[in-house]
Structures are given as C-alpha cells and as structure tokens.
C-alpha cells in the first residue's frame, strides 16, 4: 500500500512539486494524483520517483511497498 504522505513529505523535503516529479517522468499532474490516489504506479514509475527523489532501497519499500 502506497504511503502518500511519506511520498508528498519527500518531494517536499527534496524541494520539489508534485507538478516537477510528474514532468520529469513523462506524465500528467493529474494522472500523477490518479496514480497516488488509486496506488497504481507501475514498477518502473517507482523506481523514476525513487531515482528523482533520491530515496534509499528502504525508503521507497517503506513508502511504496508497505503493508
């Protein structure tokens, strides 16, 4: 189950917006939104945000993959 607070306090921390994150992988704003709301990001989605935001291995299990 995807952490959507964990993920917006990264981008916040990184000093980014959802609107930059979504840009730099190609997608919509919206459908970022869609993506989080819904957690349907694809696996290679998640590993874009997680280069971008630079997240550790066990962040973006924390953040992406926790039950």
Do not use: C, Y
């Not at 000093?15 to 730099?24: A, D, L, N, P, R």
């Not at 696996?43 to 997680?50: G, P, S």
């Amino acid at each position: 189950m995807l952490k959507v607070n964990k993920l917006k306090a990264k981008i916040i921390e990184k000093e980014m917006s959802i609107e930059e994150v979504s840009q730099k992988m190609g997608i919509d704003k919206s459908t970022f939104h869609r993506k989080m709301k819904n957690n349907s990001f694809f696996v290679n989605e998640v590993d874009a945000i997680a280069k971008e935001l630079q997240l550790t291995p066990e962040e973006t299990t924390e953040i992406f993959f926790a039950q």
